[in-house]
């Protein structure tokens, strides 16, 4: 009982403070790879304007602190009070928005500097990837023989080796692994990881099938609700599925229906909650 | 017809050759395993939920406890994931150096693999005779960073420090002494008539089922599949040299035997070329921001460990600390085959066929 | 020795065959201690160690200790375990070891029984150890014990055939199951001893000697990697001690039945070394066989179950009936 009690009071607070930066890298999503097409100039006002944006999303934290604080001050760390009191006495003091500034800057220079060697020479023009060709006709193939809006999204994942990386739609994801599995132009038998990840607004669970004769490997992402996280198991095609599902299901609660054997594998079977969760509220917070 | 009964037996967690604390629940029909039932997890230390607290810098000694037979692999799948994030660029010498460790670092793991295998297979000086090699090479990697098993040695960017004086030759030195001491180990027991009869056709799988359950490592090669990471997708510096890739034919456990033999006269070819071509000066930390905050995106890196392919898949939203961090271990993975493996054998070749595989438990449970 | 059992019992008498019987034990032990010693120190040299040298000169208090820690510890029986038997076990199993040194004749004259079914004594106790190891393992109430227990049984029993068989061959060619006897037929010099003419018989008699001592490669009922300690996994202290005991007389038993059956017992190989007298020869061979033990344990991984059981049955047997076989044909044919 007062291990809910700890929870649902946990459940509360915690995911309200994180939930407005967090519609932010939503929006931003399919937009990862502009930054830093750019160039690093046009680069140094946008993350400019971040910092900008985070003080404002900031203020409320504060306010909030001192509820949670009055509440449970054993459990606050020390050094992140001391981080958070810092952080907003440098959102309040006007005086110090010019340093901010300069902070941003060194910020927005490092990353400038990385994508000089890597995005800048493909910067001006926005030359289209080597692998946008296969990008397009993985995208087709599953418009075709699954559904017309099976695929969410489709980009390339330019760090990542220029990974082609689609979203598919939850309900058509089981037929969408078989046709990776089974579609002789597709025929993926390898499945390298499966991870999942919670982005607090929804769940994500990220497969990377690979054609062992082509080398051509793919990143699919499925995502899922995140009150009731389900999945299709790809466990009957994919057997090396099992024990990566499993993890996830027992780290981020993720359910797996189809799955042979769906227990947890790595935390006790008595545990409560699913570790990996952002909400989740350790039992003892001491640790 | 005499009534039997089956008798389930808890192999683990605290027993000799389960390597670490791994427990198989078997059912026994006589000595005969009608099912088998990993249960793991009981060294999770949560490596991924600790690490979305932590900067890149700090988690990097966690991998060393990840795989604890073979860190500096570790080590260098999460620089390298959270470098090809960030753009860096990393001097030679320090690619050099990270080459080095991590094929030494080969050379160590398989010698352990080896030594352990044979220990459950009944004999007990060849231990002690890999046990005595792995030492010279935790010898050279205490000299370069002061660590014998979890090292912490390289850095986002390149390495932390530099080859010491004459250390390079002391490489060069037990790289050629290597070559006659797996002479003297195939010599003892390579050619063992029980040796071979315990290993030959057992835990044998085929190549669609190898894949199926997507192992990897020397487990994918025995069954005739060419697939060695440093070859299939170069990473590092891997492409410069020359080296074969070992593959098997029945996949058995002989094979698996056979290919770390061969793996470990490959990787000190490796060895032979690399502090040959090992530039003479040079920096071995790139240019770093002090903070290490990769940039908003997500990333999916694997290499060759000695287990197979260990990767790292980071979701960064441009903080310090990764959003999520998922390790993939190859141990982890290559375990799931076995209780398909242990059914219908006896209890003598659970641990053979356990041993075979090649688990680290620090890297299963995570 | 012999002279005593033909007179009638006296307390005189009496003394004398307890004073021996504590005097062979001191020996056993002794050999028992430094077989130990020795054994880690062999292997320690073969796997580039040091072996034991830390207690006493060289170590040699080693055991000592060892043993002392042993007699020392709490004595504990788990809870679920049948007591009766699982204390008897350890008893069970020494009293024949010790029993089997009776009849060994170490020279001429120095010999505590002369039975005239030397061998066949040996092979009714020894097989009173298997059944005490058979409880053990059932007594403890542990998986693995049974198992090893089990093993143990089938393992013992199998060897135990091969092991007669191979003997039978001296045994027609002396024409005594008498073990003087068979050392006064071998008398001579090395091209007299029977491990010429009996070869085979020879390695079959080695091969399931080193099974029957439940040594590696052979070493199943204890097979570390797979049932951690086999029978004795729930035996600490002087219980174990005992077991440890056992194994150990056996060893001595085993090099001492070698050394009579094939090695031409205390006779010296080449007739300018007949100035050393005929116990150091004994104890030399003893040695040399003792020796090859150890070795053979750094050397050897471990055989499988079904594999030991088929080399008994499928392998040794069988030759050892060709063995009996090829004897009968050249008695016959040279005469």
Not at chain 2, 148 to 160: C, E, I
Not at chain 2, 162 to 184: C, N, Q, S
Not at chain 2, 195 to 219: E, H, M, P, Q, V
Not at chain 2, 267 to 290: C, H, N, W, Y
Request: hydrophobic letters at 45%.
């Amino acid at each position: 009982m007062s291990e809910e009690n700890n929870r649902e009071q946990g459940d509360a607070p915690v995911p309200d403070p994180k939930s407005e930066p967090v519609a932010e890298p939503q929006a931003e999503l399919p937009a990862v790879e502009q930054p830093q097409a750019e160039t690093p100039i046009a680069n140094i006002p946008a993350a400019e304007q971040q910092q900008a944006e985070q003080p404002v999303a900031e203020t409320p934290p504060p306010a909030r602190r001192v509820e949670t604080d009055e509440e449970k001050a054993a459990r606050r760390k020390a050094s992140l009070e001391a981080r958070e009191a810092a952080k907003a006495a440098a959102a309040q003091a006007a005086g110090l928005a010019a340093q901010a500034g300069t902070e941003g800057r060194a910020v927005a220079k490092a990353s400038g500097d990385s994508d000089g060697e890597g995005g800048g020479e493909e910067a001006p023009p926005r030359e289209p990837s080597p692998n946008q060709p296969r990008l397009d006709r993985v995208a087709a193939i599953l418009r075709e023989l699954v559904s017309e809006d099976a695929v969410e999204e489709a980009y390339i994942n330019e760090p990542n080796d220029h990974l082609p990386t689609l979203v598919v739609k939850n309900e058509f994801w089981l037929k969408s692994a078989e046709l990776f599995r089974n579609h002789e132009e597709l025929s993926c038998s390898y499945l390298r990881n499966v991870s999942g990840v919670d982005y607090e607004t929804h769940m994500e669970v990220v497969y990377y099938p690979l054609n062992m004769d082509t080398r051509h490997c793919y990143c699919l992402k499925v995502r899922t609700s995140r009150d009731q996280p389900t999945v299709s198991s790809v466990t009957p095609i994919w057997e090396t599925a099992n024990w990566n599902e499993r993890e996830i299901y027992d780290l981020l609660g993720i359910d797996f229906p189809g799955h042979p054997d769906l227990r947890r594998i790595m935390m006790p079977d008595d545990w409560v909650g699913h570790p990996l969760r952002k909400d989740y509220v350790p039992l003892d917070p001491e640790v | 017809m005499i009534r039997t009964e089956e008798l389930l037996l808890n192999v683990g967690p605290q027993h000799p050759s389960t390597h670490g604390v791994f427990r198989i629940v078997v059912k026994l029909d006589g000595e005969v395993i009608t099912e088998a039932t990993p249960v793991m997890g009981y060294l999770h230390r949560g490596t991924e939920k600790l690490a979305e607290n932590l900067n890149f810098t700090q988690i990097i000694p966690y991998t060393d406890r990840m795989d604890y037979v073979s860190a500096m692999t570790n080590n260098y799948v999460l620089c390298h994931a959270v470098e090809k994030m960030m753009g860096l660029e990393i001097p030679e010498r320090a690619e050099f150096m990270r080459l080095i460790v991590m094929e030494m670092q080969r050379v160590a793991s398989h010698l352990v693999w080896w030594g352990t295998y044979l220990l459950d297979i009944g004999a007990i000086s060849p231990f002690l005779y890999a046990f005595s090699d792995r030492e010279r090479i935790l010898g050279m990697f205490n000299e370069l960073c002061g660590a014998r098993l979890t090292y912490n040695y390289m850095r986002v960017g390149g390495v932390k420090w530099d080859a010491p004086e004459g250390w390079i030759e002391k490489v060069k030195t037990f790289v050629k002494d290597m070559h006659y001491r797996l002479d003297e180990y195939h010599n003892l027991v390579s050619g063992n008539e029980i040796f071979l009869s315990r290993i030959k056709g057992i835990g044998k799988y085929d190549a669609k089922t190898a894949i199926d359950y997507g192992l990897s490592g020397a487990n994918l090669r025995c069954t005739g599949v060419q697939w060695d990471l440093r070859k299939a997708e170069p990473y590092s510096l891997y492409d410069r040299f020359e080296f074969d890739v070992p593959v098997g034919k029945n996949g058995d456990c002989f094979d698996r035997y056979e290919l770390r033999m061969e793996e470990i006269v490959q990787s000190l070819r490796i060895l032979e070329q690399a502090l040959e071509q090992f530039p003479g000066d040079g920096e071995t930390m790139g240019k770093v921001p002090r903070v290490i905050r990769p940039p908003a995106g997500e990333i999916y890196v694997r290499i060759e460990s000695p287990r197979g392919e260990i990767g790292c898949h980071i979701v960064s939203k441009g903080k310090a600390e990764p959003y999520r961090l998922k390790f993939r271990r190859p141990s982890f993975v290559n375990l799931q085959i076995l209780p398909k493996l242990l059914v219908g054998e006896s209890m003598t070749n659970l641990v053979t066929i356990l041993g075979g595989i090649d688990i680290v438990l620090g890297e299963v449970d995570c | 020795m012999q002279h005593f059992w033909d007179q009638p019992l006296s307390w005189g008498n009496a003394g004398i065959f307890i004073a021996s019987a504590v005097g062979i034990l001191a020996v056993v032990i002794i050999f028992v201690t430094y077989a130990i010693y020795f054994e880690r120190k062999f292997i320690g040299w073969m796997q580039f160690r040091k072996g034991p040298n830390r207690t006493g000169p060289l170590g040699l208090l080693q055991t000592v200790a060892d043993v002392s820690k042993l007699l020392l510890k709490e004595d504990t029986i788990p809870k679920k375990a049948d007591r009766g038997l699982f204390i008897l076990a350890p008893a069970l199993a020494f009293v024949p070891s010790f029993a089997v040194l009776a009849f060994i004749p170490y020279t001429l004259e120095l010999q505590f029984a002369d039975l005239n079914v030397g061998f066949l004594y040996y092979v009714a106790l020894s097989g009173i150890t298997t059944i005490a190891i058979v409880v053990a393992g059932w007594a403890s109430n542990n998986k693995y014990s049974l198992l090893g227990g089990m093993r143990s049984a089938a393992q013992m029993i199998s060897y135990e055939v091969p092991l007669v068989m191979s003997v039978v061959g001296v045994v027609m060619m002396s024409g005594s199951l008498n073990l003087r006897e068979i050392v006064i037929s071998q008398s001579g010099y090395f091209w007299h001893w029977n491990f010429i003419p009996q070869i085979l018989g020879f390695g079959i008699f080695l091969i399931a000697a080193v099974s029957e001592l439940n040594r590696t490669p052979f070493d199943l009922p204890e097979a570390e990697s797979e049932l951690v300690a086999g029978y004795h996994v729930e035996y600490s202290g002087f219980r174990f001690a005992f077991f440890m005991l056992t194994e150990y007389i056996y060893v001595y038993a085993i090099a001492c039945l070698t050394t009579i059956l094939f090695l031409g017992g205390w006779n010296s190989p080449i007739p300018q070394l007949d100035f050393v007298p005929g116990l150091l020869w004994f104890f030399l061979k003893f040695a040399v066989i003792v020796f090859s033990l150890f070795w053979i344990r750094a050397t050897f991984p471990r055989l499988r179950v079904d594999q030991l059981m088929g080399m008994a049955w499928k392998v040794l047997l069988p030759l050892a009936i060709l063995n009996i076989f090829l004897t009968a044909v050249g008695i016959e044919i040279m005469g």
